[in-house]
């Protein structure tokens, strides 16, 4: 098994889990300006996009405590997930090298309002910013098809998902 790499399918309660987790967080740092919390923000960012719940302690909650919790799994596509935390890994850590070393606390916490905003557009809607983009750059064809099949065919996740919930029924 390899440390780098990073799962498909996902499950969405765990990703929205982790959503959760950064939405608090971002606000936490906004309502104090405890702009610190931006380094442990961004190593979850960077060690899930590199190796999933790996290396990530919340990841690794999320997956293997809290969404089992929360009932059977509902799967989702891995790659537009990895891109949305590749995207949360870079605004965590321009906010983090601009604030705390170059003291633009006002911009650094723009950036932490944006990724309060998403995270809870996931957490609570389910709705993935990272992933619509990742859809839209798959469609003009900057993200090749193969990169993830069943986003660029959506009745084979439909179909998926179909045979999922009947065989669900059926226990």
Not at 64 to 75: D, M, Q
């Amino acid at each position: 098994m390899s440390l780098i790499g990073f799962p498909n399918p996902v499950n969405e309660k765990a990703a929205r889990t982790v959503a959760a987790v950064v939405a608090i967080t971002s606000i936490v740092i906004l309502f104090t300006g405890w702009l610190w919390l931006l380094i442990p923000l961004a190593y979850g960012f960077w060690a899930r996009v590199l190796t999933g719940p790996k290396l990530s302690p919340l990841g690794a909650l999320s997956m293997k405590v809290i969404a089992p919790r929360l009932g059977e799994p509902v799967y989702t596509p891995g790659p537009p997930k990895r891109f949305a935390q590749g995207i949360g890994a870079v605004l965590t850590t321009v906010a983090a090298i601009t604030g705390l070393g170059f003291g633009w606390t006002d911009f650094a916490l723009v950036l932490v309002g944006i990724l309060a905003v998403f995270a809870t557009l996931e957490s609570v809607f389910g709705f993935c910013a990272g992933c619509f983009v990742f859809g839209q750059l798959m469609k003009i064809g900057v993200i090749p098809a193969d990169v993830c099949e069943e986003c660029n065919n959506i009745w084979a996740r439909r179909d998926r998902l179909a045979a999922e919930a009947a065989e669900s029924a059926s226990h």
